[in-house]
């Protein structure tokens, strides 16, 4: 039986004082809808780019054997630039993934957690904004397998704010395949965390 998909169109919130956790540059004034797919780093070693779903500009690269080692995969901006890097931790349930920026591990930027239970998803993380000094918590919630899940600025059992969504494209859409999906991001949330938490929860999904 396939998930409710009313329970996930939420409107997403715009946010008036950006949300940073990897750098100011990619809290964006506008929205933004990403296309992004499954197992990224587990195809035949191309560069695969994150691009606009709209307009086909290129945000991000996922790169290709360079990068391909289980632990440790690392995200590029739209010039090739190593921009954060993400560690798995196999021996904890609370800080699953840890994610540093850069190349390298000088810098930790924050951890996520991970929930699994038979069809829903939930991944989170702590960290102290770059831009405000604020301490934020944002978590995607939903039903993975089905690609439909929200972001949410704070826990949504206390009132979150929904700030992204995840869902696959319409059926018309043919250029997308079966394992391929979009991100809508609010404006003012940076659109690097919200990437690499939907790579986090693929990751994660499978090793489940």
């Known amino acids: 039986m396939g998930a409710d998909q009313s329970a996930y169109q939420v409107p997403l919130v715009p946010q008036q004082v950006p949300i940073c956790a990897v750098e100011p540059r990619f809290c964006l004034p506008r929205s933004v809808q990403l296309h992004l797919r499954e197992k990224m780093w ?31 995969k690392t995200l590029l901006d739209n010039l090739g630039q190593p921009i954060l890097n993400m560690k798995e931790g196999f021996l904890s349930f609370t800080d699953r993934f840890t994610i540093y920026a850069g190349d390298n591990s000088d810098k ?6 991970v929930h699994f239970s038979f069809v829903k998803a939930k991944l989170y993380t702590q960290f102290q904004d770059l831009m405000t000094g604020q301490h934020r918590y944002v978590c995607l919630k939903g039903d993975w397998r089905s ?38 991001i609010t404006p003012g949330v940076d659109i690097a965390l919200l990437v690499i938490m939907c790579i986090a929860l693929d990751e994660s999904k499978r090793d489940n």
């Open 42 to 72: 587990s195809f035949s070693g191309d560069d695969f780019k994150i691009t606009d779903a709209c307009d086909g500009t290129v945000y991000f690269h996922c790169a290709g054997k360079a990068f391909s080692l289980r632990e440790k």
């Open 147 to 184: 690609k439909l899940a929200v972001v949410y600025l704070g826990e949504p059992k206390q009132g979150g704010i929904p700030i992204g969504k995840v869902y696959r494209p319409m059926t018309g859409r043919s250029f997308f395949g079966a394992d391929e999906y979009i991100i809508e």
């Open 108 to 113: 930790m930027l924050f951890k996520f957690g």
